[in-house]
């Protein structure tokens, strides 16, 4: 069975930080891409950052690039989130989430399995 | 604003069917058989109900259908029912740098 347990989340001050982590379990680790999704309380869905399964390829949304770092270690099947100059506006709940990629094409499929999240408060 | 359109709500009785729809553009939705739908209820993390446009993950309801024309997506849920009422999202591969775009979000309510 797939899990993926967050933890890490919590109240920081704006320009603080703060660093998630996604435990992850029942598959192959090193084989899939991950990525982090937040969402704001009552908002939608905002995809954050995603990584390859090796680690090799890394991407990010606009709103974080240059303040949150994406990782992993295979050998630990964990996924971490290094977040940085922390501002009101990163307020959400953070989930982890697996990505299936199509296998001609390499583009993203869905994301097939989440954790249950973690909240972050950004707030002085 | 997000990428993706999506009507804020819909609303339909037990039994009925119900569509709703995803509008992006050539960059996403209409360049791209990647569309996924994700559902959500209060407090839970999302669950895929449809990847690739219309194919339905093991263990997901025939209920749930998807489909796409042009830059428009939906999904239809047929025979409604109490436990379909829930946050619905759509999401689509994108050109753009971005890796993955969502739609907004439409709140089903079953009446």
């Known amino acids: 069975e797939v899990q993926l347990l967050e933890s890490g989340g919590g109240l920081v001050q704006p320009g603080g930080s703060l660093r998630l982590s996604c435990a992850a379990s029942?598959?192959?680790?090193?084989?899939?891409?991950m990525s982090w999704v937040r969402q704001a309380p009552g908002k939608g869905l905002e995809w954050v950052s995603s990584?390859?399964?090796?680690?090799?390829?890394?991407q990010y949304a606009d709103s974080v690039k240059g303040r949150f770092t994406i990782s992993r270690d295979n050998s630990k099947n964990t996924l971490y989130l290094q977040m940085n100059s922390l501002r009101a506006a990163d307020t959400a709940v953070y989930y982890c989430?697996?990505?299936?990629?199509?296998?001609?094409?390499?583009?993203?499929?869905?994301?097939?399995?989440w954790g249950q999240g973690t909240l972050v408060t950004v707030s002085s | 604003q997000s990428a993706l359109t999506q009507p804020a709500s819909v609303s339909g009785s037990p039994g009925q069917s119900i569509t709703i729809s995803c509008t992006g553009t050539?960059?996403?939705?209409?360049?791209?058989?990647?569309v996924s739908w994700y559902q959500q209820h209060p407090g839970k993390a999302p669950k895929v109900m449809i990847y690739e446009v219309s194919n339905r993950p093991s263990g997901v309801s025939d209920r749930f259908s998807g489909s796409k024309s042009g830059n428009t997506a939906s999904l239809t849920i047929s025979g409604l029912q109490a436990e379909d009422e829930a946050d619905y999202y759509c999401s689509s591969h994108t050109s753009s740098s971005t890796y993955v775009v969502f739609g907004g979000g439409t709140r089903l309510t079953v009446l």
């Open positions: 989430a697996k990505a299936v990629h199509h296998i001609l094409t390499g583009f993203l499929s869905n994301f097939d399995y």
């Open positions: 990584i390859s399964g090796s680690g090799g390829k890394i």
């Open positions: 029942g598959f192959t680790f090193s084989n899939y891409g």
């Open positions: 050539s960059s996403d939705v209409g360049g791209y058989n990647f």
